[in-house]
């Protein structure tokens, strides 16, 4: 009896995409410990589709930590470049909470990843358009534009991502490139002092900006930019580092 309900369920979500209450009944009825999850997928799709009621049985089944559980491993994977591994568990994460502009954002980096462009870019733009803050899109829009040589582009993108988190490190490294490859050296080393503000430790900005230094002249800010770096680690600035001991 419950095989022919489930039948006819499938038969009319089939016929009909848009009916929500198929949808709600068909996880009402799928709905068992070693099914949750497809129970789970066919709560958020009643619920997209206007269901409150559905709504109210995705949150009390705790529908969401299935989605999370997904992103970890998906966030895990992308991590050591298993790209496909993580787009499975993305697309599952999206299957349950398909307004997730951060899930979205990091499937985006996975296509990225399998130098699959045009994916990653559908998925940035829809990150940003479930999650207007979502500052990780715009950043990653950012680094597609300045591996392109849009620097203009990729200088705007990464500025959108900064006002949106002021503690992105990486952003104002890229930004600083930007400024740097359109001639704008004070704002480049301003991008690096905010870099260095956020990790004091890290050599990159250190070196980075004492070059600049360097081609402007600034003497004594180089030499003390790249003894910085130099102890921190950057053996680029260790060489460098000699031109100020003669």
Known sequence: K?????????????LDNTMADAYFQRALLVNTKENKENACIDMSRAAALGSEVAKMAFDNNF???LAQLHFKDATSNVMIRKFDEAIVD???????????????????????GLQKKDKALE??????EFS???????????????????FEKAFDFLTNSITRN?????AYVFRAQCCERQNKQTSAIY?????????????????RRALLEREMKEITKMCNDFARAAQLGNTDAAEFLKECEK
Not at 123 to 128: A, E, L, P, T
Not at 132 to 150: I, S, T
Not at 191 to 207: R, V
């Open 191 to 207: 991008d690096y002092g905010q870099a260095i503000s956020i990790k004091p430790n890290d050599s990159e900005a250190y070196y």
């Open 63 to 65: 529908c969401w930590t």
């Open 132 to 150: 207007p803050n979502n500052f990780e899109a715009y950043y990653r829009f950012g680094l597609y534009y300045f591996n392109l040589d849009n």
């Open 90 to 112: 993305l697309n599952m994460a999206l299957a349950l909470c398909p307004d997730s502009g951060i899930y979205y954002s990091k499937r985006g980096q996975a296509y990225e």
């Open 166 to 170: 002021p503690l992105n490190y990486d």
């Open 2 to 14: 419950k095989e022919g309900v489930q039948a006819d369920l499938d038969c009319a979500i089939v």
């Open 123 to 128: 998925d940035y733009s829809r990150g940003i």
